[in-house]
């Protein structure tokens, strides 16, 4: 058995077990952790660090220290809910998602015949989210394989049981996204991932130019769909989700205009972290790609970006 392979066995095994343990279990497990995971993850909390910086400036020091670790603490928390989110018993997940807010946006759509474009952060457990819509809508989404490959069984299996299809993020993706928009389903983006060179606009986010998907345009010029934000957020009490469903900023139907697009998608994830700035994973590279340096996304600039102010926070 190779590397690969035996650390798919080993996570395999741990989600299996941890999909028997209750949400609040898992967060003070999380909570346990992460003190240790804090010092050993240098590079996540390092950028973790410079995106809360460009955020929230003008923080005091312990405030921000104080930032750093919640946030951690939420990351740790939604790698152990995975178990939960793929392998629990369904009637678990479900009971374990208390409130669903905002519902309407969707039912509203669909019963005018129009399908709904659904924008999912990195925010809370949007695999949790992942597990409603594909329970109780027609959803479809774009899926790209882990870097581990002996985890694309389990992961593909995980998001797909309760009904999602799962398509490749390549021109025969978009066309299968179009398709069920057409029959009027639900489809889901995740709007904060960085794209290739020549696959977006840079846009503001939280006051500084991020590198962002011009996908959604493509797709709302060529369908009747509305834009919603959705997430599945841990309740104050840390017992369970609430999902919210949010409306888009309305730049987002700038069809022919990318970078207005760009601009309301960007505004539109600002919303949904909103609701809990600390449950959003800012560990993510988000300000990696820079304007004016497209020959070299991994060069010195990005270097000097996430390791500038090497001092503990």
Do not use: C
Not at 212 to 235: D, F, N
């Amino acid at each position: 058995m190779n590397r690969h392979n035996l650390q798919a066995k080993l996570i395999a095994r741990l989600w299996r077990l941890l999909s028997r343990r209750s949400p609040t279990t898992l967060w003070r497990l999380a909570t346990a952790i992460e003190p240790l995971y804090a010092l050993l993850a240098v590079r996540e909390r390092r950028v973790t660090r410079m995106n809360l910086r460009q955020a929230f400036p003008g923080m005091e020091k312990k405030a921000r220290r104080a930032q750093i670790h919640a946030s951690l603490r939420h990351s740790i928390a939604t790698m152990l809910e995975l178990g939960l989110a793929w392998k629990g018993e369904p009637a678990r997940v479900e009971a374990s998602i208390k409130e669903v807010k905002g519902r309407e946006l969707l039912d509203r759509a669909r019963e005018e015949g129009r399908g709904v474009i659904v924008l999912a952060p990195h925010f809370g457990n949007w695999e949790v989210l992942n597990f409603w819509l594909s329970s109780h809508f027609p959803f479809t989404a774009m899926y790209a394989p882990p870097r581990i490959g002996a985890l694309d069984p389990l992961i593909r299996r995980g998001r797909e049981r309760m009904g999602a299809q799962l398509v490749p993020t390549s021109a025969r993706g978009v066309a299968s996204l179009l398709k069920a928009l057409q029959r009027s389903e639900a489809i889901g983006i995740l709007p904060d991932q960085e794209p290739e060179w020549g696959s977006g606009e840079f846009a503001d986010f939280f006051g500084h130019p991020a590198y962002t998907a011009t996908l959604l345009p493509k797709l709302v010029s060529r369908t009747s769909a509305r834009v919603v934000v959705g997430v599945a957020r841990r309740r104050e009490q840390r017992n369970g989700f609430e999902i919210h469903f949010l409306e888009a900023d309305e730049r987002v139907y700038a069809e022919r205009d990318e970078a207005l697009s760009a601009r309301g998608v960007n505004a539109s994830v600002e919303r949904a972290v909103a609701l809990d700035a600390m449950q959003y994973q800012w560990e993510y590279k988000r300000y990696r790609k820079t304007p004016g340096e497209r020959e070299n996304a991994d060069g010195w600039r990005e270097r000097r970006f996430y390791h500038q102010g090497r001092r503990k926070p």
